[in-house]
């Protein structure tokens, strides 16, 4: 069962939300992580390391991201079955401030330890 102090559909248009925030966010910083393409006559080697730890930096922050898309994808998924608000370590219910303050967590406050 679904934590019962939880309004469900609130929690999931908040996932939703998340989700579209998550893709918009992808969508938009896509170019910062193609290939770092300069030509070295004209750009000097300071230029392109910026640019290349500017590209690193969007590859990991798109890592982020699709590691949260995940999450809400078994958030959804742990609805969907009746078990959102337990804790996948124990089993015990996880508190509802601790998932209204973030919706993904996975572990009540004593397993996460």
């Known amino acids: 069962m679904n934590h019962p102090e939880l309004n469900m559909d609130a929690v999931v248009r908040r996932l939703h939300a998340l989700r579209a925030d ?3 966010q992808s969508d938009a910083s896509r170019e910062s992580r193609d290939t770092v ?3 070295q006559t004209s750009v000097g080697r300071l230029s392109r390391m ?3 730890q500017g590209q690193a930096m969007a590859k990991a922050e ?3 991201r699709q590691l949260a ?3 809400i994808t078994g958030a959804l998924s742990r609805i969907d079955k009746g078990e959102y608000g337990e804790c996948i370590e124990c089993g015990e219910r996880i508190g509802a401030r601790r998932l209204e303050g973030d919706p993904l967590v996975l ?3 004593d397993c996460a330890d």
């Open 50 to 52: 910026d640019a290349m």
């Open 37 to 39: 393409m300069l030509d």
């Open 62 to 64: 798109e890592q982020r």
């Open 107 to 109: 572990k009540c406050i």
């Open 22 to 24: 998550l893709l918009e």
């Open 69 to 71: 898309l995940r999450r």
